[in-house]
Nanobody
Framework: QVQLVESGGGLVQPGGSLRLSCAAS????????MSWYRQAPGKERELVAA??????STNYSMKGRFTISRDNAKNTVYLEMYSLKPEDTAVYYC??????????????WGEGTLVTVSS
């Protein structure tokens, strides 16, 4: 059974930094593409960053201020965020799917962790 557990969310001031973690279990982590999505109130869920089965060699981000990485030895994927803005406030979700490409219509989702950027 696939399990994805996010952590690291919370309240941060504008301009601050935060690192989210997603601990994975129940599957062969190294063969799965991992990604982070977010959903703000009243908006659709959007892809933030994805990293392929190659691991830390292929970082990718849809937002320039965010960086995704993975540690296959720990079955964990991270999202580093910096220069945070109030509009970054959202629930952030971890996603996993088999194969080299991100596939949001397949795979598994975590429960999400709330990030609030406010002074």
């Amino acid at each position: 059974q696939v399990q994805l557990v996010e952590s690291g969310g919370g309240l941060v001031q504008p301009g601050g930094s935060l690192r989210l973690s997603c601990a994975a279990s129940g599957f062969t982590f190294s063969t799965y593409t991992m990604s982070w999505y977010r959903q703000a109130p009243g908006k659709e869920r959007e892809l933030v960053a994805a990293i392929s089965t190659i691991g830390g060699s292929t970082n990718y981000s849809m937002k320039g201020r965010f960086t995704i990485s993975r540690d296959n030895a720990k079955n964990t994927v991270y999202l580093e965020m910096y220069s945070l803005k109030p509009e970054d406030t959202a629930v952030y979700y971890c996603h996993a799917n088999w194969g080299p490409l991100v596939r949001p219509d397949s795979g598994s989702w975590g429960e999400g962790t709330l990030v609030t950027v406010s002074s």
